[in-house]
Each structure stands twice: as C-alpha cells, then as structure tokens.
C-alpha cells in the first residue's frame, strides 16, 4: 500500500492551494483519512481528518480556511486550503487507518510529505 502525496508548492499569503492524496495497492478498506502538518522545529500537527461517512473535525487554526474531502471510489482524500498565512508553511503528509486484508486490523499508513510554502 502506497499513499501518495501531492499539490504542495508555494503561494501568497491569501492564495490557495489543493493537496490531493491518492492510496493504492491492496487496500480492503479505509476508514479515517487525514491531513497533518509539521513546521520547522515543531511537532508534527493534526489538521483535518475524516471519517468514511464523511465526519470532519479540524485544528482550530483552519477552521473556516481549509475544507478536508475524500472520494472513497478513488481512495483520495484531498485539503482545500484557503486564505493560507505564512503560520501555514509546513510539510504536510496525508494519513490513512487502512486494511489491506479482511485478515487483518486497521493499521496506519503514511504519505510521503508536500512541502506548502506562503510567502508573505
């Protein structure tokens, strides 16, 4: 299983951005995907997640600016980032509590990390 990242880069401040994160390999099912973030020389952040009936919940400092969505017949999730602020800058890496197998439990994968800048 593979989760692969991207649509990082860098913007404005009050610029837009849209990270798409695709899974693939041998996937059974998935339930929560998410987004977290990690600043220079901070811990890495929760941002959004969402659960596979749809369910949202997001770190305070987006709520309003960043909408989390999934598509599950593509096994994509994807964060609409609006009015970024340079306290956005971070490497955002996606996640997913997926199966492989009817065999076995939920286990955590991650995505390889896009780089989000904003210039002030």
């Known amino acids: 299983v593979q989760l692969q990242a991207s649509g990082g880069g860098l913007v404005q401040a009050g610029g837009s951005l849209r990270l798409s994160c695709a899974a693939s390999g041998s996937i059974f099912s998935i339930n929560v995907m998410g987004w977290y973030r990690q600043a220079p020389g901070k811990q890495r952040e929760l941002v959004a997640h969402i659960s596979s009936g749809g369910s949202t919940n997001y770190v305070d400092s987006v709520k309003g600016r960043f909408t989390i969505s999934r598509d599950n017949a593509k096994n994509t999730v994807y964060l609409q980032m609006n009015s970024l602020k340079p306290e956005d800058t971070a490497v955002y890496y996606c996640?997913?509590?997926?199966?492989?197998?009817?065999?076995?439990?939920?286990?955590?994968?991650w995505g390889q990390g896009t780089l989000v800048t904003v210039s002030s």
């Open positions: 996640n997913a509590d997926l199966k492989d197998s009817i065999w076995f439990p939920y286990k955590d994968y």
